[in-house]
């Protein structure tokens, strides 16, 4: 009898400490968490979140006679939104937007469910078409500056072959926007297909064996079996678009400068043309502020939208 009120007053309290033990364990992990974060939070904060919130305040600050600060205001959002160059911008990075994210994702998409056995035809293909990704996008631009020289350029000389008389692609207000979004086109596409690529290495083969059995076709499997799953990879490649969508600059910059006649000048560019060319930093950085805004509001509503039915693997 002793005994066993010896043992019960043994085990009796282990629960309690168990208890007492996980959360002390899990009170040193998360602070053991927190410090090896810490570095990269800072670094998060001190690069991306401080300048958003010093182009916020800046966007707010009038300046006047002189460039003296005058106060806080709107001043500046009511001069962008007058500016027809603002509006002439935004319009052709939406056209810009709506030509490069689809295509280059679709094909990308088709892409890699064509070529996701390995092979080593497979695997060659694959190099060519991963190829671009690797140049900067200035070495691109020069390329397609070469291609697109009106009359001696390589597409003017095999159109010439085919009793096509070229144009001037770059030169041409309503050609210029569409080469630079054939450019992105062929410059992001190969970046896509790796996402697309690593989602089809997570499905599952024997769905796919399982649906051959019931007879279900190729089109029929990709598009009940291997579309639904890629959604989550799909969302985050939409995301990666998007913002290259806004932030991409380097090759107009190189082909046109926003020529001609604005019909390339998009956002970003428009941004730099007002704070380095015309000194109104404060122009600029009302569209910076729009430019955040509409990306991470586009941003969240792509995923909200994609995450709807999306299938997860257990």
Known sequence: MAQALADAAIVGPRPERLIEARRTRGFVSAHAAFWLLAPSLFLLFLFTYVPILEALMQAVSLEGFGGKFSGYGFGNFQRLFADASFWKALSNNLVYGLGTVAP?????????????DATRLNAFLRTVIVFPVVLPLVA???LFAFVLMPGVGLLD???AKLGISGTNWLGNPDTALYAIIGLSIWKNAGYYMLFVLAGLQGIAPELHE????DGA?????????????????????????MIN????????IV???GGPSDSTNILLNYIFQAAHQQGDSGRAAAATVIS????LSLSVASLKTLERGMHYES
């Open 255 to 257: 082909l046109t400068g």
């Open 140 to 142: 691109v631009a020069t």
């Open 210 to 213: 399982a649906a051959k059995l």
């Open 245 to 252: 969508v806004v932030t991409q600059i380097d090759h107009v």
């Open 292 to 295: 955040v805004a509409a990306l």
């Open 157 to 159: 000389y095999h159109l």
């Open 104 to 116: 280059s994702i679709a094909l990308a998409v088709l892409i890699a469910v064509a070529l996701q």
């Open 217 to 241: 076709g190729a089109f029929t499997r990709f598009l009940r079996i291997t579309l639904p799953l890629l959604k989550p990879t799909l969302a985050f490649i939409l995301v990666i678009a």
